[in-house]
């Protein structure tokens, strides 16, 4: 793996190896965005699925529900 460094003082470019330590730095900065994604989108699903269930006891019909919860898009971080 390949690490990219902007030397501002010479206006470079550096490009080094990644030591063992960068390199597992990395996998585990991947690991916790992917689990905190999945866990973001988990909670979201479960909100969208409370509020369905109260729309549905409240007797709002599918296209009424669907016009005050829109599909939701995936969440940024």
């Known amino acids: 793996m390949k690490i ?3 030397d501002a003082i010479i206006g470079q ?3 080094l190896d990644a030591t063992d330590e960068e390199i597992a730095a990395r996998e ?3 690991t916790e ?3 905190t994604k999945q866990s ?3 909670a979201a699903t479960q909100l969208r699925n ?3 269930a ?4 409240l007797g709002l019909t599918e296209a009424e529900i669907e016009a005050l919860l829109p599909t939701p ?3 940024r971080l």
């Open 4 to 6: 990219g460094k902007f």
């Open 13 to 15: 470019q550096i490009v």
């Open 28 to 30: 585990a900065e991947i």
């Open 33 to 35: 965005y992917t689990a």
């Open 40 to 42: 973001l989108e988990i």
């Open 50 to 52: 409370t509020k369905i």
């Open 54 to 57: 109260a729309y549905v006891k």
């Open 73 to 75: 898009k995936a969440p």
